[in-house]
């Protein structure tokens, strides 16, 4: 009487055991650099935050003529002035300091640096408001 065995032979085993590990081995590269990718991100995020209060702030400033009002209207003069709009502190992160000339209403480019990556940057509008 013949027994008939099922399973996996040692080749069979090590066939897909090579397999496996050159699809890890191509893989891999791709999920190191997510960290690089998420802390641009961030950046990329916190950049367009500070684009949002500074329009949000130009926008108040001009309804309210000008006028300086706690909550409705900041004076910006600096690029680095937009840490005085942020409900969040912009901690980790740094504002080049750029002055933006008068008259009111004149835009400047702003850069946001990752504190802990000078590599990661992102740009945002600085909007003059009260001269």
């Not at 099922?6 to 890890?24: C, K, N, P, Q």
């Given at each position: ?6 399973g996996f ?7 897909v055991?090579?397999?496996l590990?050159?699809?890890?081995a191509?893989?891999l ?35 309210n ?24 502190p ?5 504002v ?20 802990t990556?000078a ?13």
């Amino acid at each position: 009487m013949k027994r008939n065995q099922s399973g996996f032979t040692m080749i069979e085993l090590i066939v897909v055991i090579v397999i496996l590990g050159i699809l890890a081995a191509t893989a891999l590269p791709k999920f190191i650099d997510l960290s690089g990718d998420a802390k641009t991100a961030a950046v990329k995020g916190m950049a367009g935050s500070a684009n949002s209060a500074m329009s949000v702030n130009y926008a108040g400033c001009a309804a309210n003529g000008q006028v300086a009002a706690s909550g409705k209207c900041v004076a910006i003069t600096n690029c680095t002035d937009v840490s005085n709009l942020m409900q969040t502190p912009l901690t980790g992160y740094t504002v080049t300091s750029a002055a933006i000339a008068s008259p009111v209403g004149t835009a400047v480019t702003c850069t946001l640096t990752d504190d802990t990556d000078a590599t990661k940057t992102a740009t945002f509008t600085g909007i003059r408001t009260i001269n």
